[in-house]
């Protein structure tokens, strides 16, 4: 008795900015976050396309779909009517280092998040409400857990840092030693 072939899921990885300079590294990353969304999400026998590119180009492509002028993070275009084709997700690198950097986050994480979010806006996820922000922030955790990615909207918790007035005021109550 034969399996019957299971339907795959074809992910294009095209880098579009020298900026991605360990770009195996990530486009691995990338890969495999989109691959579980697929799986989780019971996906088959599509193919998208994913662009990592830099801030001006996502500027552009902003501007032009969205009447938006500034870079952002990740765009989604969902294909419509398209036979087993979901679309393209864009990436795009300064803006998501910056996140990471700011938030604390190894940048293949941040990556991973944000193709996975560009993936559920092409299988029709969306956050413009709070029934539907949640639902989607809740899938996206799930599907995180699953590659051991933190949860992407929890808040950092940076180190308290005591300021200098308040360390001198803590040093000044001490009792001192005598010699």
């Known amino acids: 008795?034969?399996?019957?072939?299971?339907?795959?899921?074809?992910?294009?990885?095209?880098?579009?900015?020298?900026?991605?300079?360990?770009?195996?590294?990530?486009?691995?990353?990338?890969?495999?976050?989109?691959?579980?969304?697929?799986?989780?999400?019971?996906?088959?026998?599509?193919?998208?396309?994913?662009?990592l590119t830099d801030d001006s180009t996502i500027r552009a492509l902003n501007r032009d779909w969205r009447d938006v002028?500034?870079?952002?993070?990740?765009?989604?275009?969902?294909t419509k009517n398209a036979a087993g084709h979901l679309g393209g997700i864009v990436l795009a690198f300064e803006t998501i280092a910056r996140e990471a950097r700011s938030e604390g986050k190894p940048l293949a994480h941040h990556l991973a998040h944000l193709a996975v979010h560009g993936f559920l806006h092409l299988v029709g996820y969306d956050h413009e409400r709070p029934k539907d922000a949640l639902e989607m922030e809740r899938t996206e955790r799930k599907i995180l857990s699953q590659l051991a990615i933190p949860d992407p909207y929890r808040p950092v918790r940076t180190p308290r840092r005591t300021s200098l007035k308040r360390a001198d005021k803590l040093a000044a109550k001490r009792p001192q030693k005598s010699a």
């Open 1 to 51: 008795m034969t399996r019957a072939a299971r339907p795959a899921l074809t992910i294009d990885v095209m880098v579009g900015s020298e900026l991605w300079k360990d770009a195996g590294k990530l486009q691995t990353a990338v890969r495999r976050a989109v691959t579980r969304a697929a799986a989780m999400l019971s996906t088959k026998d599509a193919e998208l396309a994913i662009v």
């Open 69 to 78: 002028d500034k870079a952002t993070n990740v765009l989604a275009f969902p």
